[in-house]
């Protein structure tokens, strides 16, 4: 029986969520990254808005003052990780099925949720998602946890991942992609609320159509967003928020939630060559009754499979995204998109290329970024899914403490070692399965979240691991395959928020380089 037969038998039955019963199993952290004894980085820098270094910075007299991340491997494979972080400091993270919980700041690792076809564990487990997508409520701590199987699944937990819930109409929607969960508080512009609210907050399930369509119908294609007024139980709404064009049907990226309870999508670009868009956003002050698209002038066009927002307390919105330069931008505006300012090339000149954009904002001014670059030389006009056999790919941070300054300055850290990137070759993201040299083990995008400290994590895919030989002999093609789990967890610097100050530093880390100190 295949899998779509099995979801239509069983379309009206309930989600099974296992809480405790999946084992970690197969993975070994030592098997899948060395001790880091003797392994270097590369200094932090400090850049403008060009991309140009800034030596003798004075953000760089102090190394106590720079944002210091170290990596940490997760017990499972996983692409297209998602990170939350609840008010008691517990990390959540999708991996392909599952939800993993750290109770410790991603020292160890426990499965609390996996996706799982009904009859289980009586029978074979017919479901894999698609899409593993995760979303923490920050006014409720309500964990949500979203999966792709032909139709798309919604659970949740109100209990730090203890126990689970299921969406009761089974299969939300069919035949749909790269669904996003976010939630944000009733809009400005609300008309008239349920009479009865059983949730706070509202929850929007934003998502595409149509990408396997050779010619897309702007009518049905494109970006569409459903709501739920109840916590996730029933959907109230579906509305197409951005229409498809001719062969471009558009990906949507993470929806960004306003203090105003206004709710903002960017919309990215599906892989077909033939679809350059002007950047664009679009947002809804009435819960997902209308929409409004805003489009940024000038001659930057979007080439992101993946752009993200986010917006600091006073309503400054920021987008970041990799244009037809293939090197990550961000601007910013004050008023929801209607004008513009910027763009500011994000990562130092002298990476050729970026891939996959994530952000986390605390207080006014105070933003993180984190992408994926290489400086490794390329062809001209050579974007991620064609990079060269030699191409590495490390994990950057960049911090911004004056994200409001008509000049803003980037304080960017390495955080994989010299001796270990997270990719070797290309970074597929024309789907499919992977194109020429089967690349797409990264598969579309990475997460970042900040805690209640304003201390940073970032959940990505690891590609290049000694159990795959990567480390050893990465560059021979194909062996910068993997899938890993890895989290960058900011053990030292400083807060997002200026009221922190220094965050206390974390130990017990399995490779920490010395705090506040680079090896040369």
């Not at 487990?125 to 309500?142: A, F």
């Not at 009761?168 to 969960?181: E, F, M, N, R, W």
Request: proline share 8%.
């Amino acid at each position: 029986m295949n899998r779509m037969t099995l979801a239509a038998l069983v379309a009206a039955m309930t989600l099974a969520g296992c809480t405790g019963q999946v084992e970690i199993g197969a993975l070994d952290v030592k098997d899948i990254v060395p001790k880091f004894t003797d392994y270097h980085w590369p200094p932090p820098v400090v850049t403008n808005g060009t991309g140009a270094i800034q030596p003798g910075h004075l953000l760089l007299a102090d190394p106590t003052q720079i944002p210091h991340y170290v990596q940490q491997m997760l017990p499972r494979e996983t692409g297209e990780p998602n990170i939350g972080v609840t008010t008691k400091g517990n990390l959540f993270v999708s991996t392909f099925d599952d939800v993993q919980r750290s109770k410790d700041g991603g020292k160890t690792w426990e499965v609390v949720h996996s996706l799982q076809s009904p009859l289980v564990p009586t029978s074979v487990d017919y479901w894999n998602t698609g899409d593993p997508m995760l979303w923490v409520d920050s006014d409720t701590d309500r964990i949500f946890a979203s999966h792709l199987s032909d139709c798309t699944f919604l659970g949740w937990s109100d209990d730090e991942g203890a126990s689970w819930q299921e969406n009761s109409q089974a299969c939300l929607t069919p035949s749909i992609d790269h669904q996003k969960v976010a939630t944000a508080k009733y809009g400005p512009k609300t008309l008239v609320a349920p009479p009865v609210k059983p949730y706070p907050n509202v929850v929007y399930i934003c998502y595409n159509k149509g990408l396997s369509s050779l010619v897309a119908d702007k009518v049905t294609t494109g970006v569409w967003c459903m709501v739920s007024y109840d916590g996730g139980r029933t959907i109230d709404q579906e509305q197409q928020v951005v229409p498809g064009v001719d062969f471009c049907p558009g990906i949507n990226g993470h929806p960004h939630p306003f203090p105003d309870g206004t709710m903002i999508v960017p919309v990215g670009l599906n892989w077909d060559s033939r679809c350059p868009r002007p950047i664009t956003v679009t947002y809804s002050e009435d819960n997902g009754v209308t929409w409004n698209p805003r489009y940024m002038p000038g001659k930057d066009r979007m080439v992101e499979i993946d752009p993200e927002i986010t917006v600091t307390p006073n309503g400054i919105a920021y987008l970041m995204y990799r244009d037809q330069d293939q090197v990550v931008k961000l601007v910013r505006s004050k008023d929801k998109f209607t004008t513009w300012e910027g763009p500011w090339r994000i990562s130092p000149a002298d990476q050729t290329l970026n891939v996959f954009t994530v952000m986390a904002s605390g207080d006014n001014g105070r933003i993180s970024l984190a992408y994926l670059g290489t400086r490794t030389p390329q062809a001209k006009g050579t974007d991620p899914s064609f990079a060269n056999q030699h191409t590495e790919w490390h994990l950057f941070v960049s911090t911004v403490f004056d994200a409001e300054a008509a000049e803003p300055i980037f304080v960017t850290q390495q955080v994989t070692p010299e001796e270990d990137p997270v990719q070797m070759g290309c970074v597929w993201l024309q789907g499919g399965n992977g194109g020429p040299h089967r690349c797409r083990n990264m598969y579309d995008f990475i997460d970042m979240v900040h805690d209640e400290d304003g201390r940073g994590f970032v959940a990505f895919t690891d590609g290049c691991t000694p159990r795959n030989g990567c480390t050893g002999d990465r560059y021979t093609l194909g062996q910068s395959r993997d899938s890993q789990g890895g989290i960058a967890v900011q053990v030292s610097g400083p807060s997002l928020f200026s009221s922190v100050g220094l965050l206390p530093e974390l130990e017990g880390y399995e490779h920490p380089r010395p705090l506040g100190k680079q090896n040369p």
